[in-house]
């Protein structure tokens, strides 16, 4: 019985460290005090509304500037739903739960299931931010399954590190793609930046550097803070279940007019003609200028085809995912009209002229930093918000000799910043787990805690090292 009693006090003293406990003390203050995402969102809709009125704006003008760009952001909400959509037909297929279940049979404790979780997250996230999400939560049901007392509040925030971390400084970053295609580049801002090359970006040492950094920090947030199965609140304990999804893949049509749900003719048919429209794609545009959210979506649709075989299956594995994209659907219009207020008021003016006047060729990719990171709360988009910043950000960068290639990688390094508090793209994996965004928050803030000094002063170190550039313009 002694014995007994002084393993369960070692267990309790286990994940009782000076993280775990700031990580569990913010995961109970989450719970109880961050809103829900949709409310998150509510919040900056009158925060924002609020300083356009200090801006000069009146009341009338702000309603039409919001409701103006109430649907800006449509096409991009329903790509953001097919990422739901599509990710999530795949990650249930047959084949690819089979290699979900070889991968979430590794950790065998609490700690280094989060930690291992949080690593596939940052590293899937390095191809794709899309795919992340959706793999990275059906890895966390799976995971959660097989692994007795995982805090399921650590465990979802380690999942969605990919988007809180180092998602903008791989091959899905919308700022870098598009800076180096020069028809995705606005004509004025061609002027100004002409092409900047992937070479310059998210090819360069100083990148990977970055990337390494916050790979190994994340990862041992993760271990450290992650509570003792004796501490933890299970996903159990929450009321959330994760139980095994069959799909029909064995059943056979019971009337004639069912023999095409079962059968594979429509489904090549169709693979057949979206694969010759992406080899077109691939051809003329190249690899990575061709992979965009389009792109994405129609290949991730294709493959989940193949991979459920049977229009039945696929069929059945898309109804489940529907429902996922609720908050999606709700929420994306409110950071439309979020995005034309500050446009129309000059807010985002008086931000860029505020940083940029108080700026030296030192100081100068820093305060990019911090300008992108605070400007992200209100507009959390990765691509769109880039190109809101890029002119204004660039010609300062000429005037100051500052490489441009490397302001675009300040912007990648601090926008990632605001998505760890930011419910906006952490609404695929909240449909994906059935976690709510205040059940996240508590760790992510502690990552964001240690991210935003480590980000700001490589920011600033690597840029001592990184030369002036001259725009190459055609």
């Known amino acids: 019985m002694q014995m007994k009693e002084l393993d369960l006090n070692n267990q309790e003293k286990k994940g009782t460290g000076i993280l775990a406990r700031l990580g569990g003390w913010l995961a109970d203050w989450s719970e109880r005090w961050f809103p829900d995402a949709y409310v998150f969102a509510a919040i900056a809709v009158a925060v924002v509304c609020v300083a356009a009125l200090f801006m000069g704006r009146s009341p009338v003008e702000i309603s039409i500037d919001f409701g103006k760009s109430f649907w800006a952001l449509t096409t991009f909400t329903i790509q953001m739903a097919f990422v739901v959509i599509g990710g999530y037909i795949v990650a249930v297929a047959p084949p690819v739960k089979r290699l979900v279940g070889a991968l979430a049979s590794v950790p065998k404790t609490p700690k280094v299931a989060v930690a291992y979780v949080a690593f596939i997250a940052m ?20 995971v959660s399954k097989r692994v007795k007392g995982i805090d399921y509040r650590a465990m979802g925030a380690a999942a969605y590190l990919g988007l809180g971390s180092i998602w903008a400084l791989g091959f899905s970053s919308s700022a870098a793609l598009g ?16 092409i900047i090359s992937l070479a310059h970006t998210i090819l360069t040492w100083q990148n990977l550097v970055m990337i390494v950094a916050l790979i190994a920090l994340s990862v041992w947030i993760c271990y450290a803070s992650c509570p003792s199965a004796a501490k933890a609140k299970t996903a159990e304990m929450a009321g959330i279940t994760y139980g095994d999804e069959k799909e029909d893949t064995s059943g056979k049509a019971a009337t004639p007019g069912e023999y095409l749900e079962y059968s594979p003719i429509l489904t090549i048919i169709i693979a057949l003609l979206g694969m010759g429209y992406l080899i077109h794609v691939f051809i003329t545009q190249g690899g990575l200028a061709a992979m965009d959210l389009n792109t994405y979506n129609l290949m991730f649709l294709i493959v989940g085809m193949l991979l459920h075989w049977r229009p039945k299956s696929y069929l059945k594995a898309a109804a489940r995912a529907v429902p996922m994209t609720g908050g999606i659907l709700i929420q994306f219009p409110l950071y439309a009209g979020i995005y034309g207020v500050l446009m129309n008021s000059g807010l985002t003016d008086v931000l860029a002229n505020f940083f940029v006047n108080i700026s030296t060729k030192g100081t100068f990719p820093v305060i990019v930093g911090i300008y992108s990171a605070i400007l992200g ?28 290639g490397w302001v675009v990688q300040c912007y990648n390094a601090a926008e990632a910043l605001p998505n760890f508090i930011n419910p906006f793209w952490m609404l695929p994996l909240l449909g994906m787990t059935g976690v709510k965004a205040r059940d996240l928050a508590g760790y992510s803030i502690l990552q964001l805690i240690f991210h935003t000094p480590v980000v700001l002063i490589m920011l600033w170190l690597l840029a001592k090292t990184i030369p002036y550039i001259p725009p190459m313009i055609q």
């Open 377 to 404: 709360l209100f507009l959390p988009s990765g691509g769109g918000k880039w190109f809101v910043e890029a002119s204004y950000l660039l010609d300062a960068a000429k005037d100051l000799n500052v490489s441009m």
């Open 179 to 194: 800076m180096a295609t020069k028809s995705s580049i606005p004509a004025e801002l061609y002027k100004i930046s002409g």
């Open 123 to 142: 590293v899937s996230s390095l191809l794709s931010w899309g795919f992340s999400l959706i793999f990275a939560g059906v890895l966390t049901k799976e």
